[in-house]
């Protein structure tokens, strides 16, 4: 399997948080169409409904190539989603004096940049799938759980107590999913990474402060 090499920028206030990671690439095109076979299907008839040789007939592909790229048809809908990588690599690498509340904000504005833009109409899907599915809720929530493990380990390495690690992360995830949400009821066509700053200062006005 071949290998490159992404790596992201975000400067602000004279800063910089990077994230250096692999990324698998496999037969380019058999993966997105994968996915989009999945989610057509998901979505007119159905997640329990749906099976893999169904998603990889409209793919046009075998299900011999569908378990070289996915373990399962959940996953079809939940292995891209590598935020809580993408977090732990970039708090790994951001300058030590940066302030966590300003880590969580700039980290999360380069995942809403790097992760979203372009993908709206398919995360208002795999939302509408998850409220729909409670085996896809169980998995949405252990990945949420996953994400606050990884900012909170990466807060501990910083040398962050504890406690205060445990919550820095919570708050990171309440604050990416809850922008998600309000990004995705927005009909102006605003990106992502405007919402993060404001749902920040909605929690700070009424829990924080």
Do not use: C
């Amino acid at each position: 399997m071949a290998f490159r090499v992404i790596e992201v920028y975000v400067v602000r206030a004279r800063r910089v948080i990077s994230y250096r990671g692999p990324v698998s690439r496999w037969r380019p095109g058999a993966r997105e169409r994968l996915r989009a076979a999945a989610l057509e299907l998901f979505t007119e008839q159905g997640f329990s409904a749906t099976t893999v040789p169904q998603i990889t007939e409209r793919a046009g592909l075998t299900t011999r190539t569908f378990f070289r790229h996915f373990a399962d048809k959940r996953e079809v809908l939940f292995a891209d989603e590598q935020a809580a990588q993408t977090a732990a690599a970039m708090m790994a690498n951001a300058p030590r004096h940066v302030p966590p509340l300003e880590l969580i904000l700039e980290g999360l504005r380069t995942i809403a940049t790097t992760a979203f833009d372009g993908r709206k109409a398919e995360m208002g899907k795999l939302r509408r799938l998850v409220r729909e599915n409670e085996e896809l809720r169980e998995r949405d929530l252990r990945k949420r759980a996953s994400l606050s493990e990884a900012i909170r380990d990466g807060f501990a390495a910083r040398g962050l107590p504890s406690l205060d690690a445990a919550v820095y992360a919570q708050v990171a995830v309440v604050l990416l999913y809850t922008a998600i949400d309000q990004w995705l009821d927005d009909a102006d066509g605003r990106p992502l990474e405007e919402f993060v700053p404001e749902v920040l200062a909605a929690l700070r006005s009424s829990v924080l402060m």
